[in-house]
């Protein structure tokens, strides 16, 4: 039986046999820990003289952007993430500043710490990230780990932090804006409603249901929203849910569209099981990680790894999931070129995998 949350973010198959361990997750902010790691080539890179800045932001009890916003507010600095990280947990990830030569010192408060470890030639990029470690801990479980025997048949599929845990929405707002449905987008941000959620977000979500609430929603609004603050405030003022849109922070309107993806993509790998494929060793004519997560043709190494496309506005069709990838979309009601915006080229995807 899939749990409605999953089949929400695309996920409708298991792949073990396993009937899971029970217990709860993120009981505590250190119950969940997460660390970006770098490559080796991008480690060796750093040097202690000028450059681009980079520096191990660790943080818990806050977000990627707000930990950032608190630097920035500190500094007068803008630094650069490679990706968003929880609120709840503990996490590690690499940041760099935009400019060269335009550094702040090492900062530490009750939630996050900054600590310079050298600087680039280049400011960070996804290519230097090679994936992220996780140490979960699970509470009261109901079963022995050591039971769980199937390890090797896990996909690996996008969950519910790219979507939200409590209201999975971002990637129902990324396909809204993929359509060109701004004013979707924007009542789907301020009022779309879960049975995850706590009954307070859905109270106050109900109010913003209605436009002609929103002078009263802003008077009510928990300072936790500051991303509806933004959009309730711009569609007071301009009754414009493009320009609404666009006042939010750069990478939460990048993760809307990469959410969608994301659910894409695990579309893709539930309808390639589902129709027989090999999806735990690379066939012939796959594209693949090599052992430097470097992407490549399949060469029967056994170091590689089945990469499976994401889909953008310049998305490669010449693999053997383009049969799934083609109905998806064709359901979606959208193509590949949609993933280009004129409107807002900052959030446009090329593909990727």
């Given at each position: 039986?899939?749990?409605?949350?999953?089949?929400?973010?695309?996920?409708?198959?298991?792949?073990?046999?396993?009937?899971?361990?029970?217990?709860?997750?993120?009981?505590?902010?250190?119950?969940?820990?997460?660390?970006?790691?770098?490559?080796?080539?991008t480690l060796d890179s750093v040097?202690?003289?000028?450059?681009?800045a980079i520096y191990k932001l660790?943080?818990?009890?806050?977000?990627?952007?707000?930990?950032?916003?608190?630097?920035?507010?500190?500094?007068?600095?803008?630094?650069?993430?490679?990706?968003?990280?929880d609120s709840s947990a503990v996490?590690?990830?690499?940041?760099?500043?935009?400019?060269?030569?335009?550094?702040?010192?090492?900062?530490?408060?009750?939630?996050?710490?900054?600590?310079?470890?050298?600087?680039?030639?280049?400011?960070?990029?996804?290519?230097?990230?090679?994936?992220?470690?996780?140490?979960?801990?699970?509470?009261?479980?109901?079963?022995?780990?050591?039971?769980?025997?199937?390890?090797?048949?896990?996909?690996?599929?996008?969950?519910?932090?790219?979507?939200?845990?409590?209201?999975?929405?971002?990637?129902?707002?990324?396909?809204?804006?993929?359509?060109?449905?701004?004013?979707?987008?924007?009542?789907?941000?301020?009022?779309?409603?879960?049975?995850?959620?706590?009954?307070?977000?859905?109270?106050?979500?109900?109010?913003?249901?209605?436009?002609?609430?929103?002078?009263?929603?802003?008077?009510?609004?928990?300072?936790?929203?500051?991303?509806?603050?933004?959009?309730?405030?711009?569609?007071?003022?301009?009754?414009?849910?493009?320009?609404?849109?666009?006042?939010?922070?750069?990478?939460?309107?990048?993760?809307?569209?990469?959410?969608?993806?994301?659910?894409?993509?695990?579309?893709?790998?539930?309808?390639?099981?589902?129709?027989?494929?090999?999806?735990?060793?690379?066939?012939?004519?796959?594209?693949?990680?090599?052992?430097?997560?470097?992407?490549?043709?399949?060469?029967?190494?056994?170091?590689?790894?089945?990469?499976?496309?994401?889909?953008?506005?310049?998305?490669?069709?010449?693999?053997?999931?383009?049969?799934?990838?083609?109905?998806?979309?064709?359901?979606?009601?959208?193509?590949?070129?949609?993933?280009?915006?004129?409107?807002?080229?900052?959030?446009?995807?090329?593909?990727?995998?």
């Amino acid at each position: 039986m899939i749990p409605k949350i999953d089949s929400d973010i695309g996920i409708s198959v298991y792949t073990t046999k396993y009937p899971g361990c029970g217990g709860k997750i993120k009981v505590r902010n250190d119950d969940f820990k997460v660390s970006e790691v770098l490559s080796q080539k991008t480690l060796d890179s750093v040097t202690q003289s000028e450059g681009f800045a980079i520096y191990k932001l660790k943080k818990s009890g806050i977000d990627t952007n707000h930990a950032l916003e608190t630097i920035f507010r500190k500094f007068g600095v803008h630094l650069k993430a490679l990706g968003l990280k929880d609120s709840s947990a503990v996490t590690e990830q690499f940041v760099c500043s935009l400019g060269q030569n335009k550094s702040v010192p090492n900062y530490a408060d009750g939630k996050i710490s900054l600590e310079k470890i050298g600087f680039l030639k280049k400011p960070l990029s996804a290519k230097d990230m090679v994936g992220n470690k996780f140490v979960v801990t699970v509470t009261d479980p109901e079963r022995d780990f050591a039971d769980f025997a199937e390890s090797d048949r896990i996909f690996n599929f996008y969950g519910y932090q790219r979507f939200g845990s409590r209201r999975p929405v971002t990637h129902l707002i990324g396909r809204a804006l993929v359509q060109r449905r701004f004013d979707d987008a924007i009542a789907l941000l301020l009022s779309f409603t879960s049975e995850y959620d706590s009954d307070e977000n859905t109270k106050i979500r109900k109010i913003m249901s209605d436009p002609s609430n929103y002078s009263e929603s802003l008077k009510v609004l928990p300072h936790k929203m500051d991303l509806e603050r933004i959009a309730l405030q711009e569609m007071i003022e301009h009754k414009d849910p493009q320009r609404a849109f666009q006042k939010l922070p750069l990478s939460i309107r990048r993760l809307f569209v990469d959410a969608y993806q994301s659910f894409i993509f695990n579309l893709t790998v539930c309808k390639a099981f589902e129709y027989g494929e090999e999806l735990f060793l690379p066939q012939d004519g796959d594209v693949c990680y090599g052992k430097n997560a470097n992407l490549g043709k399949y060469e029967m190494d056994p170091g590689q790894q089945l990469a499976i496309p994401l889909v953008g506005h310049s998305y490669f069709k010449k693999t053997r999931f383009d049969l799934h990838i083609s109905k998806i979309l064709q359901d979606e009601q959208i193509n590949p070129k949609d993933f280009f915006f004129k409107e807002m080229q900052e959030i446009s995807f090329r593909r990727r995998v």
